[in-house]
């Protein structure tokens, strides 16, 4: 783990200590969209127009955020659209490396060895910390972005025109719901996984531990009348909460410590996690190796031996029984 400065990598962790012990996740820096006609989005400069075989996307399949974006070019069918980099699981004194093994598709744009040299190559004095996903323009040359939320909502309707799959997994009049659904769910489970884990003092862990859970059994609740978090309807509220359940057994409820109770305890939320994992596309972007690999050999404050347990045994291909609301 670390982070660049003025162009330079340092091999840095994160600094809890000015913090009161808590982990803080800084801004993603690049904020600029891909649209249908090349015009600014909500954030950043304009010019990135959505063109077949313009853009590579550079990934991490541990990583909840970058899955989200590789959810989201299956279900759209954007595999062909948009070229793929997926950087090795153990990420150590070097950050996100191209290091061959299993399930690593090397960087085919400037044969990179380290995932910092492609943020470089887009800002030579970049300072700021290396994270995935990364959504590349060929043409300009330069990242577009590396804000996995924005990044989703760019595959969902950007390249509508130019041969994507049908879908609107961000619908005008959910939007509202969406939006404070996913507000919740990312200051209190997906980040407050890690705001739990990475914590170094008592305080800051049970801090985030207590929220964290109370969402889950809001969740749990809500979803025992309803197939989706939205109804009837799969959004992307669903597929970025499916990212941080898929790790939360087999990761988060032993190495992070979040483990007053695992998503098996929940009936309607190891259910829906069941559902979603079984929806046609989604497996395929689960890899449990790439995902225990990387938490258990990478953490080394956490687990300094980098031992991966071999448990606990899933079987997310079980009957879900989430059918039964289509229709209600």
Known sequence: MGLLVDGVWQDRWYDTKSTGGRFERSSAPFRSWVTANGSPGSTGK????????????????ACPWAHRTLIMRKLKGLEEMISLSVVHW????????FEDGPGVIPD??????YLHQVYTSAEPTY??????????????????????AEIIRMFNSAFDGIGAQPGDYY?????????ALNARIYDTVNNGVYKAGF???????????????????????RLASQRYLCGDRLTEADIRLFTTLVRFDPVYVGHFKCNLRRIADYPSLSGYLRDLYQT?????????????GHYYESHRTINPTGIVPL????????????DRFQGL
Do not use: C
């Not at 304009?46 to 399949?61: M, N, T, W």
């Not at 085919?108 to 060895?113: E, G, V």
């Not at 170094?200 to 059994?217: G, K, N, R, S, W």
């Open 46 to 61: 304009g010019g990135f127009k959505a063109e077949a075989g313009r853009y590579h996307l550079y990934v991490s399949l």
């Open 90 to 97: 153990r990420m150590l004194e070097h950050g996100w490396t």
């Open 108 to 113: 085919p744009l400037r044969r990179a060895q």
């Open 127 to 148: 300072t700021g910390r290396v994270t995935v996903p990364v959504l590349w323009d060929k043409e300009e040359a330069t990242i577009v972005s590396n804000e996995s």
């Open 171 to 179: 619908p005008e009049h959910l939007r509202g719901e969406i939006d």
């Open 199 to 221: 914590a170094t003092t008592q305080h800051a862990y049970e801090e985030a531990i207590h929220p964290l859970f109370e969402t889950l059994d809001m969740l749990d609740e």
């Open 280 to 292: 046609a596309g989604i497996a395929e972007t689960v890899n449990m190796q790439h995902i225990k």
């Open 311 to 322: 448990g606990p045994v899933l079987d997310l291909d079980a009957p879900h029984g989430r």
